[in-house]
């Protein structure tokens, strides 16, 4: 099991030992007070912050790891895990756990947790805020009001000119009736999917498995959710299963006037292939937070008035580092006293 | 009472005669094909589609004219009703009403429908839209995006920063400002069609709801503020869903906005007059109210440039009806509320004369 080891460390001369895991450029955010207020907690060893080189000190130190927080993306490799034999907890600070290696993890019994739950209401608002956007060219219109465009056109508009292409009214949609498929349907799918319902969107789902207290309709296969949908919106895990995911097939199978959404991660989409259908008008639109190779998005995209593109983002409130802050406190005192964890990732 | 006459004029030959009235530049949307569909039920009269003078039109036919459609804003005033002595009933193409002289047409007993209800999902959409946008910074991250300053800054953003490199005069505001809607406390102001529809959405998003309304409405769950200024007071969001009348000009002035505060956020999908909009201009520049959602301008489509240069102020040219399924719904109110009004039956969108 992952809580080896009998050392209670609650005295305030010895509190419990925390690795923090990054790259020297990625730190913990600055508000709410992230460090100072886990220094209140734990004893953070932060191997950046030594002058010692980062190898010894790790070595140095490594018996007495048993949890460590990881800041960002950097990966946590099995090589990695190899230099921690007492390690139990990884405490991920975002909703992906794509950059840890999972099988290398529940092999070794190292329990993992992610943050979904301290986000899921903001990338859900996020996730409805770039539908929205996308069906009804909020961002193109702003662009073409900024542009002083409106004016130029004295009759009345019943449609508007964005980047100099008349866009008729016809190409913008009511939410009410649409067909939502939701990829993934966790904590962030599940608020998506609440939101949808409140402007008359209809509901189904692809999951790793069928939920049997949901009463949307489940489709094992996404390019079949794909098929009977108009918007698709991707909440899910990256993982091996789910690289590429939404490929020509499932894009072929959403159809001309089909949606995406994405605050997922970028290579749950074959990008270079979306981006193709989007050039050639064989997809209806997309919103995207996430990219395959962030920072840089195709820029192709930066053409189309079809398209919202937001700089991974989704999750940023200061209500939800907050919300982050707490989970990350929660689960380390929940380890550390040997009580069940509050986001452990799922092995299913 | 309006239905002056016992003439039925159903039969194919004489289908009930209807005057469009409309500016020359307004026209009948083109989708879904509204001028044919109510060819098949009506006898268009167009003014502006025949070569005869405008009044001369207008006056050879005055006595048939029973009921008109009006085309956008076209105004309607007590002095063009008069030159129609049978009118009975206006159909206004759009949720306002505010270009239409309503005090004389009750006067005159000439019914008004409008078209909120055809609209009313759109509109709430495009509100909701506006909000996430405004709160979330979406249309600045897209600018943000597509002027390719996301890769300069090397380090993984934690939020999307620019602080220190302004592109194209925006300076981008650090993930700070970002806003979390759940928990937001939302004051509707007006709360009919649309106003009702924006609520049911916004509860979604655990928003707690508000209103102010020219009465309480018995049958609604929300606190009722009888105050503008006070519902503002309690409210971290205005949506402003209300028409616009001699009593809502201006309604959102000075003292609603700052009892709005600094963080707050206004929405605008009624008409532009409802906000004093260069006060509105003046707080949005000094930081005074947190930021805002347009749809609607008082001069449109002139916008002040000033709201050009703030990342908190989303623009939209007036579109938030717009929409296939709008146009269609409309399509059907217009013709339905014609034939019930020459079938003596209850009309479907009466404006209300409280």
Redesign the interface.
């Known amino acids: 099991m992952a809580n080896e080891g009998t050392q209670e460390q609650f005295s305030s001369e010895e509190l419990p030992i925390v690795l923090v895991h990054r ?1 020297p ?2 730190k913990f ?1 600055s ?1 709410p007070y992230f460090k100072e207020h886990l220094l209140s907690h734990f004893h953070l060893l932060d191997p950046h912050e030594s002058p010692e080189p980062y190898d010894s000190f790790l070595n140095r130190h490594a018996h007495s790891i048993r949890a460590l927080i990881t800041i ?2 950097n990966p946590i490799t099995a090589e990695f895990l190899k230099l921690l034999p007492c390690l139990g907890l990884i405490v991920a600070t975002s909703a992906g756990v794509n950059h840890i290696d999972l099988p290398a993890c529940r092999s070794r019994g190292i329990a993992v947790t992610n943050a979904s739950s301290a986000f899921a ?2 990338v859900a ?2 996730a ?3 539908l ?2 996308v ?2 060219r ?2 193109a ?6 542009a ?1 465009i ?2 130029v ?8 000119k964005a980047s100099g292409t008349l866009v ?3 190409t ?6 649409k067909q939502v498929g939701i990829v993934g349907l966790g904590s962030i799918g599940s608020e998506v999917a ?2 949808l ?4 969107c209809s509901i189904a789902y692809n999951s790793r498995k069928k939920k049997e207290s949901v009463p949307f309709p489940f489709y094992a296969s996404v390019c079949d959710l794909a098929a009977n949908s108009d918007v698709l919106v991707l909440c899910c895990a990256l993982t091996d299963e789910t690289y590429h995911i939404i490929n020509k097939d499932v894009i072929v199978a959403l159809g001309k006037h089909g949606v995406i959404i994405n605050v997922g991660r970028g290579s749950l989409i074959d990008e270079k292939e979306l981006v193709q259908c989007l050039v050639r008008g064989e997809i209806g639109g997309a919103g995207l937070d996430v990219f395959e190779d ?4 195709p820029k192709e995209l ?1 053409e189309l008035d079809n398209v ?6 989704a999750a ?5 580092f907050e919300a982050l802050f707490e989970l990350i406190v929660a689960n380390l005192k929940a380890f550390f006293s040997n009580k069940p964890l509050l986001s452990l990732v799922s092995n299913e």
């Open positions: 790259l450029s990625f955010p508000k960002g993306p209401d903001e608002d996020c409805v805020g770039l929205i956007d069906l009804r909020i961002s219109a702003d662009r073409f009001v900024r002083r409106w004016p056109k004295k009759e009345y508009p019943l449609g508007f008729f009214a016809e913008f949609n009511l939410l009410g009736g609440k939101r319902s409140a402007f008359g962030e920072p840089n998005v930066f919202v593109l937001s700089p991974h983002c940023m409130t200061p209500q939800s």
